[in-house]
Antibody, heavy 120, light 106 residues
């Protein structure tokens, strides 16, 4: 199992960024997937979840209306479109896989993370 | 929203010690609780799920207990590799993490 994030970088407040997570080594279309972030020196914060078929999506309140989680099961890829970025969105963003198929469950595999910095 | 509160925030201990970390939920989460270990610069590692089930490959010195609103993670005999930060996570309603407990060498 491998999860590889990409797309992070430096962006100005109010800007947009799209993160990607390439999955391999498992049947991607059978698992809920998540984005979890960690601000520098801080704890973990769940950002969003998406069901295996993309039919259900959930977000933490602080990103609702600004971030969109999506997936392309044909490409074994997870995405996070981030708009109207704020300084407080600065963090390492991890993609993660639920530990059981077709289940809302804790994450057993994580990517290495991609750093998003929102600053002028 | 469900809030998760861990205690203590920092714990100093020695190799061989038995240590316990507590996690409290702001409302009942049954046993929908997980524990993670995280080392600096690394992604979290799942230790325990469903409050007391040991994830595959995790040493048996780690154990979890509790239900409802009170949970504990116990390390029976600390090893050098265990000094890290530990997080609880509820998955009863969305996900919420505790603020973390840093386990330091005394």
């Amino acid at each position: 199992v491998q999860l590889v994030e990409s797309g992070g970088g430096l962006v100005q407040p109010g800007g947009s960024l799209r993160l990607s997570c390439a999955a391999s080594g498992f049947t991607f279309s059978s698992y809920w997937m998540s984005w979890v972030r960690q601000a520098p020196g801080k704890g973990l914060e769940w950002v969003a979840n998406i069901k295996e078929d993309g039919s259900e999506k959930y977000y933490v309140d602080s990103v609702k209306g600004r971030f969109t989680i999506s997936r392309d099961n044909a490409k074994n890829s997870l995405y996070l479109q981030m708009n109207s970025l704020r300084a407080e969105d600065t963090a390492v963003y991890y993609c993660a896989r639920a530990r059981m198929t077709s289940s809302w469950a804790p994450a057993d595999y994580w990517g290495q993370g991609t750093l998003v910095t929102v600053s002028s | 929203d469900i809030q998760m509160t861990q205690s203590p925030s920092t714990l100093s201990a020695s190799v061989g010690d038995r240590v316990t970390i507590t996690c409290r939920a702001s409302q009942s989460i049954n046993t929908w609780l997980a524990w993670y270990q995280q080392k600096p610069g690394k992604a979290p590692n799942l230790l325990i799920y469903r409050a007391s089930s040991l994830e595959s490959g995790v040493p048996s010195r780690f154990s979890g207990s509790g239900s409802g609103t009170e949970f504990t993670l116990t390390i029976s005999s600390l090893q050098p590799d265990d000094f890290a930060t530990y997080y609880c996570q509820q998955y009863n309603t969305y996900y919420t993490f505790g603020q973390g407990t840093k386990l330091e060498i005394k």
